[in-house]
């Protein structure tokens, strides 16, 4: 089970630190991503950590504004958004899988989502 907190509504410029509890895995065996979906888009991954946190991957529209961090001890994800812009506007999910999927949509194990509203 994954399950996202700290969304909300944040102005232009603004930052937000999110995270996802993971329960009922093996947290730092499974691949990890911080997906995003805007009204009438598809899902797209913003940011990635591999297997035990050692890699990282970040869709071009979040370098240098997202970090993704997680702490295995507490089994909880850390996606960090800074300089939110309007186009950030959307539901964001955490999403978990055996195999390092990267930025990809094809996650198996997804939570219900947080909304963020950048306004």
């Known amino acids: 089970q994954l399950v996202e907190s700290g969304g909300g509504l944040v102005q232009p410029g603004g930052s937000l630190r999110v995270s996802c509890a993971g329960s009922?895995?093996?947290?730092?065996?499974?691949?990890l991503s911080w997906v995003r979906q805007a009204p009438g888009e598809e899902r797209e991954g913003v940011a990635a950590i591999d297997t035990g946190g050692g890699v990282t991957y970040y869709a071009d529209s979040a370098k240098g504004r997202f970090t993704i961090s997680q702490d295995n001890a507490e089994n909880t994800l850390y996606p960090q958004m800074n300089n939110l812009s309007p186009e950030g506007t959307a539901m964001y999910y955490c999403?978990?899988?055996?195999?390092?999927?990267?930025?990809?949509?094809?996650?198996?194990?997804w939570g219900r989502g947080t909304q963020v509203t950048v306004s």
């Open positions: 999403a978990a899988d055996r195999f390092n999927l990267q930025l990809s949509r094809f996650y198996t194990n």
């Open positions: 009922g895995f093996t947290f730092n065996a499974y691949g």
